[in-house]
C-alpha cells in the first residue's frame, strides 16, 4: 500500500517483481475528480541572490551553504511578501534545515508583530517538540483562520490541518518521491468550504536548490500541475537580515 508508486531512480517498474502485479490503482485526476482529494497547483520560484551571499556560498562547505542557501534574505522576503498577499487562510512553511528554524520563526514572529492584524504565527513543529506542544500546533492551526506554523519533516505525514490551503517550502532537500507525496497531501486534504490549494517551492538561484527542485519535478509534473518562476528581485532586501545567514554559517559545523 502506496500514495506513490514512482520512485526518483526510475525503478518502480521493479515493485512487480519484488512484490506482486498491482491488484487496485486510483490515477490523481480521477481522486481529485471524486472529490477524494482537493485540487492543487505547484508553483517553483526561483529568488536571486546577493553578491555578498554568491562568493560567501562559493567559499563554504556542504552544511553552511545549504544553510545559506536557505536563509538567503531575499528568499525570506520573498515567503514574507507571499504571505502578506495571499488570500490563503492557513499555511504551513516546511523548513528541513533544524538550525536555519530560529531565524526564520524570528522572521514569522516579527512580521506578525509589523503587519497586525495579519497572519498569527502560531509555533514550529519539529521532530524534538515534545507532543503537549505538537498538539498545541496543530490545534491552533485548525481553529485560527489566518494561521501560519513552521514545519520540519516531521510534518510530512502526522499533522491533519485539512483547511490548509497554502505550502511553503523554503529549504530544497533531496527525498523520495513518498516523501513528496506526503508533504504535498498536506495541503490536498478536502475540507468543508475549501476549493483549492497551492504549493510554493522557494529556491535560491545559483545553489543546489536549484538542481534537486528540477530532479523533483520528474515525479511531481506526474500528480500536480507545475510553474516554474525565475523572480529578480530589485533592491537591497538582505539589509538589516545579513546577521542571521552569516550566524548560520558560523555554527554549523
Known amino acids: 500500500l502506496t500514495a506513490d508508486e514512482r520512485r526518483c531512480d526510475g525503478n518502480e517498474k521493479a515493485l512487480a517483481s519484488l512484490v506482486g502485479p498491482v491488484r487496485y490503482h486510483l490515477p490523481l485526476p480521477s481522486a481529485r475528480a471524486m472529490g477524494i482529494i482537493a485540487r492543487a497547483a505547484h508553483r517553483v520560484v526561483e529568488v536571486s541572490a546577493s553578491p555578498s551571499l554568491r562568493e560567501m ?95 520540519t519533516a516531521a510534518g510530512n505525514a502526522a499533522v491533519d490541518v485539512p483547511a490548509l490551503e497554502l505550502l511553503v517550502e523554503v529549504s530544497v532537500v533531496e527525498q ?51 510553474e516554474w518562476v525565475v523572480e529578480e528581485e530589485e533592491g537591497e532586501q538582505e539589509e538589516g537580515q545579513e546577521e542571521g545567514w552569516r550566524a548560520a554559517a558560523a555554527v554549523a559545523p
Not at 118 to 143: H, I, K, Q, T
Not at 181 to 193: L, M, N, S
Open 176 to 226: 523520495s518521491a513518498q516523501q513528496d507525496t506526503q508533504r504535498r497531501g498536506r495541503a490536498q486534504r478536502v475540507a468543508e468550504g475549501k476549493a483549492s490549494a497551492e504549493v510554493v517551492t522557494l529556491v535560491t538561484a545559483g545553489t543546489h536548490e536549484v538542481g534537486f527542485a528540477r530532479r523533483r519535478l520528474a515525479h511531481v509534473r506526474a500528480g500536480l500541475p507545475v
Open 57 to 151: 556560498y562559493a567559499l563554504s562547505p556542504t552544511e553552511p551553504r545549504r544553510l545559506l542557501a536557505t536563509l538567503n534574505p531575499r528568499k525570506v522576503h520573498a515567503l514574507l511578501s507571499l504571505l502578506s498577499s495571499s488570500s490563503a487562510g492557513r499555511v504551513v512553511v516546511f523548513c528541513d534545515k533544524v538550525r536555519a528554524l530560529p531565524f526564520l520563526s524570528d522572521a514569522l514572529r516579527r512580521a506578525e508583530e509589523d503587519r497586525g492584524g495579519g497572519r498569527r504565527f502560531v509555533g514550529v513543529l519539529a521532530g524534538n517538540v515534545p507532543r503537549e506542544e505538537r498538539r498545541r500546533v496543530c490545534d491552533a492551526m485548525r481553529s485560527t483562520p489566518r494561521a501560519v506554523a513552521l514545519f
